[in-house]
């Protein structure tokens, strides 16, 4: 399982890479795991470049809304259909445009409240994290 979360924005708070870096190491036991963090300028035409089509999945406040189970359900199907990469993007502070809503297999609401993109992220990994763990009997989601 190989997974690959693509932010855009710069990290501004130290805290924002520890925790994010403490789930990285946890998720490693189950997935192969990379980040990468683009440029504002860069960033949507870069996260579209690097993600296969049918493989993105977008954080997205007007995305559904999945309990972690459902996740974790997802996830699992996901990777039933094909051995690669998937992609999370965490988007700009506008929002994604619409050519990277289209491009998305799939649009994720984390919550209908706003956060920050650093939080995010952390919830985003964390998600994750649980996901796996229900997905190998882990004992964490308990």
Known sequence: MRLHIL?????K???ARDWPADYQRRIGRWAQLETTELSERQGEA?????AAPGRL???????????????????????A??????????????????AARAAA?????????????????VM???QIYRALA?????????
């Not at 932010?7 to 990290?11: E, L, M, P, R």
């Not at 259909?81 to 619409?98: E, N, V």
């Not at 229900?134 to 308990?142: G, I, K, Q, S, W």
């Open 7 to 11: 932010w855009i924005g710069k990290t």
């Open 13 to 15: 708070t130290p805290a």
């Open 46 to 50: 870069e996260l579209l470049r690097r």
């Open 57 to 79: 999945w977008l954080l997205d406040p007007a995305g559904e809304a999945w309990d972690s189970l459902e996740f974790s359900r997802r996830l699992e199907r996901a990777f």
């Open 81 to 98: 259909q094909q051995d690669r990469t998937l992609y999370f993007g965490l988007g700009p502070a506008a929002g994604f445009s619409p």
């Open 105 to 121: 297999a799939a649009r994720i609401s984390l919550s209908p409240m706003t956060f920050s993109h650093e939080l995010a992220r």
């Open 124 to 126: 985003l990994f964390e």
């Open 134 to 142: 229900l997905l190998h009997h882990h004992p964490y989601p308990r």
